[in-house]
């Protein structure tokens, strides 16, 4: 196993290139399975997320080729099996957007029952209640789910709370579907979109009618094509923070403001600097930053995945700042180690008046033990750490704070990160930082 040591208190300065999108890439490699012909994915990012995705496919009889200069190709005219195994579904929680194209080419989807997450249970309840209106039957044998049906059909489908991977198994499996799909609820995160932009070249028949209403037309086969995916809006918020909260100057190409909107706002009324360019968006330290609040929600919203590098940044501003997750019921496993590091931060939950329609998890999900809201007073000053990382925005954050942190900080289980960040540490090192991978003793 992989460590990085890091030497923090070192401003960030530089230009930093952006990867294809972490959510978008392996959908597009699953959507491809459609076709009697090889896709080829430009701009796919080298993580983990990509690989395990990858060995599924192998698994199922079809070929990948991670190829030279980010170009991948697919090839689904292989596959001869129609489930997928335990071992391989523990590689990915993707599992369920093979439903689609398994269904389409053998009538039979059996996938694995996905276990329990740090950041919560991430039930795929609302992924199957979609495939069930379709006309599909779901029964559990073991530790699998066996989903069958001879032909989907188009139905009306409301989404009981906002679901990013929901809406994409959905859009995928409806895509073949006979007749007309309508989605509503649907999710309006921009990777969803870059997912109806792949299958549309394919040849299917999707248009989004409001933000949150999907129409799908039905379509009898796909074809292949040549698509580039977008790039990870996620890393841009990364690196912004890091160049905020190291007091840096850094250029982050390919950033997309209409993506970034929710995460621009917070950084403008925090008193961060960032000029918007033609090429991606400059973020500079320009004097002391200010407390601002946010609160996680579904795009347009801050989004989940910003919050904890979103704390990282507030132990550095003037003030009390409240972050309120609401998409996860368990996102705060960052806070004990800021603790450790000198941060003042404090976990609590909110009164809220109507939970069921402030927060998208399953409210049987909960736990006494979870909280919801975290409470920073800054700036503080941060010290070096030795810790394990345990998912792959929580090692983001813990990086981000070994930035800042005086003296030399130990952080192992990097193949979080790498499951979502293409050699992020290089790439910090390309910005000055003082960043090391080595292995474990």
Excluded at 215 to 226: M, N, P, T, Y
Excluded at 238 to 267: H, I, M, S, W, Y
Aim: some cysteine.
């Amino acid at each position: 196993m992989d460590k990085f040591i890091i030497h923090g208190g070192i401003p960030l300065k530089g230009e930093a290139s952006l990867c294809g999108a972490k959510n978008s890439g392996f959908k597009l490699m699953i959507a491809s399975l459609y076709s009697n012909e090889p896709c080829t994915i430009h701009n796919f990012s080298k993580i983990g997320d990509i690989i395990s995705t990858a060995e599924i496919i192998r698994e199922l009889g079809g070929e990948v080729e991670l190829g030279k200069n980010h170009i991948m190709k697919v090839d689904g005219r292989g596959l001869k099996k129609q489930d997928v195994s335990d071992s391989a579904g523990k590689l990915s929680r993707a599992s369920t957007y093979f439903i689609g194209p398994l269904l389409h080419r053998f009538g039979k989807a059996v996938i694995p029952i996905p276990g329990g997450c740090k950041i919560g249970k991430r039930p795929v309840d609302r992924h199957l209640e979609g495939i069930k209106a379709l006309g599909a039957t779901v029964e559990t044998e073991d530790d699998f789910y066996v989903i069958t049906a001879k032909k989907l059909r188009g139905a009306d489908f409301v989404f009981p709370k906002n679901t990013h991977g929901g809406t994409d198994v959905m859009i995928i499996a409806a895509v073949t579907a006979e007749g007309r799909t309508i989605l509503e609820n649907a999710a309006e995160e921009p990777e969803v979109d870059d997912l109806i932009s792949f299958l549309n070249l394919m040849g299917a028949k999707i248009r989004r009618e409001e933000p949150r209403t999907i129409v799908i037309e039905g379509v009898d086969k796909l074809h292949g094509i040549d698509y580039t995916v977008m790039f990870d809006r996620n890393e841009a918020v990364t690196f912004a923070c890091a160049a905020l909260a190291t007091k840096g100057d850094v250029f982050v190409r390919q950033a997309d403001p209409k993506n970034l909107a929710a995460f621009l706002e917070a950084v403008k009324k925090a008193g961060g600097g960032y000029e918007v360019e033609n090429r991606g968006i400059r973020f500079f330290y320009k004097g002391d930053l200010k407390a601002h609040d946010v609160t996680t929600g579904p795009h347009p919203g801050f989004m989940t995945d910003w919050m904890s590098l979103w704390g990282i940044l507030m132990t550095q501003a003037k003030g009390e700042s409240i972050i309120h997750e609401t998409i996860f019921e368990n996102r705060f496993a960052f806070a004990g180690v800021l603790k450790k590091m000198g941060a003042e931060i404090d976990l609590f939950n909110p009164r809220v008046e109507n939970p069921d329609e402030i927060y998208n998890f399953n409210l049987e999900d909960d736990n006494p033990l979870y909280f919801h809201a975290a409470r920073i007073n800054g700036p503080t000053p941060l010290r070096a750490v030795k810790e394990e990382i345990t998912d792959v925005r929580a090692g983001a954050s813990l990086i981000l704070a070994s930035l800042i942190a005086e003296g030399q900080s130990e952080l192992s289980g990097v193949e979080h990160v790498d499951r979502g960040y293409e050699d992020l540490d290089v790439r910090l090192k390309g910005l000055g930082a003082d960043i090391k991978r080595t292995k474990e003793e």
